[in-house]
């Protein structure tokens, strides 16, 4: 647990479609350009829980599994996802970790392209070293 180098994940629209199945959440935001726009939205945008997601499995690749104690974040911008086959890449990457007793706490910053999606991420797991 001591290499946090930043994840890339890539995002298309069957990505989402695929989530929206998994998870029951078929919104129309999430695969209508004409209801996402409707609302007030730049386009079809990811689930909220999808691109915290990615959180936990940047989290899992840097700890090779480790048991998760809390995660979470704030959803402070969408992420847009445009209606092509290379889609749009998150990007998850730790800011800051402190050890203490037998916990490891990663603070992050998510961004898609230049944008902050997700503020305050962090997560706390077991430190199994």
């Known amino acids: 647990m001591n290499e946090f180098k930043a994840q890339r994940f890539t995002l298309t629209r069957a990505d989402l479609v695929r989530y929206a199945g998994a998870s029951g959440d078929f919104n129309p935001i999430h695969w209508s350009e004409r209801t996402a726009v409707a609302v007030g939205l730049p386009g079809v945008i990811a689930h909220g ?4 997601g990615l959180v936990g499995a940047a989290v899992d ?21 445009p209606d092509d086959e290379e889609g749009v890449e998150v990007t998850v990457a730790a800011t800051k970790v402190t050890r203490e007793n037998d916990t490891v706490t990663i603070a992050m910053e998510v961004r898609c392209g230049e944008t902050k999606v997700l503020g305050m991420p962090k997560a706390v797991v077991r430190d199994g070293a």
């Open 49 to 52: 829980m999808l691109t915290l």
């Open 61 to 81: 690749t840097w700890t090779g599994g480790a048991e998760v104690l809390e995660m979470g974040a704030r959803f402070t911008a969408p992420v847009v996802v």
